[in-house]
């Protein structure tokens, strides 16, 4: 884990997504890497990334980008890849007012969604070179794919080869949660009845951080004063004191006090400090 430093200099932290990797080679080069692959980390998803690694391998490509086949409409508020009949990408226009559609299937586009995987040693070049220029704004979409798409190989990855979903997830579930309002909605989105993305698959688990925690409990059966949920998520060491919850989601530790009610509510999780304990 590489939390956001000043490496480079006292005065210089990470001036973008490229710039935060350029700025950690030297620890990255130590393990020896033979590929990388580059991710969001605001993106709710579940994905096989060997599959998208494989046709990177297969194709000889300098760049291979996972995208999302979604309605042109949609797609203008994206990066949207022009692809040619083998997935090749021609051309890469940022949020355009008129998106290329996809060969065979114009009323759908390829947007991208910001997962990359690169030889190393030639993300490294690019890497070195984008430092270099002055006009760059040291990003990953801005700079270094349309470089790349100009000037090497780069292909699309579709997302629907490689999603993983179980037998309950009917569609490819990815959420971008770099809002307050899209986060919300993605917590929002487990307490449905069969969520959109499935988090009890217990064939591909989500491995997260994990406390060891009391269970959730629930206090009270007096009338307007009745510890319950329904169409919520629960975690633990919360106590549900005659408190109501519908289609809400609360985090460890959370307290909900009587004759309250929650809806439509993501709590996150309460900390008190030593001092405030004392």
């Known amino acids: 884990m590489l939390p956001a430093s000043q490496r480079v200099s006292e005065t210089q932290w990470y001036e973008g997504t490229a710039d935060a990797v350029y700025q950690n080679i030297d620890i990255i080069d130590s393990y020896g890497p033979e590929y990388m692959i580059i991710l969001a980390g605001d993106h709710i998803y579940k994905m096989d990334y060997e599959a998208m690694l494989q046709q990177h391998v297969n194709e000889g490509a300098d760049i291979t980008i996972g995208c999302l086949e979604v309605p042109v409409e949609e797609a203008k508020g994206f990066g949207v890849m022009h692809v040619d009949a083998t997935d090749r990408i021609v051309d890469f226009v940022e949020k355009p007012a008129n998106p290329p559609g996809i060969p065979g299937n114009e009323s759908m586009a390829l947007a991208s969604m910001g997962i990359y995987v690169f030889n190393t040693k030639f993300l490294f070049d690019c890497l070195y070179r984008d430092a270099a220029d002055p006009t760059s704004s040291r990003d990953f ?110 985090f460890t530790g959370v307290r909900a006090n009587s004759y309250s009610r929650l809806e439509g509510a993501v709590i996150l999780p309460m900390f008190t400090s030593d001092a405030m304990r004392n």
């Open 141 to 250: 979409g801005k700079d270094i794919v349309p470089y790349i798409v100009k000037n090497g190989k780069a292909m699309a990855h579709r997302f629907s080869e490689s999603c993983v979903r179980s037998s309950y997830e009917k569609e490819s579930y990815w959420r971008d949660v770099g809002t307050i309002d899209a986060y919300w909605q993605a917590n929002i989105d487990l307490t449905a009845i069969v969520p959109e993305l499935d988090i009890y698959d217990k064939s591909w688990p989500i491995w997260s951080y994990s406390e060891v925690t009391p269970p959730a409990k629930f206090v009270h059966d007096d009338e307007n004063r009745r510890g319950s949920a329904i169409s919520s998520v629960v975690s633990g060491d919360c106590i549900i004191s005659g408190s109501q919850l519908y289609k809400s989601l609360l």
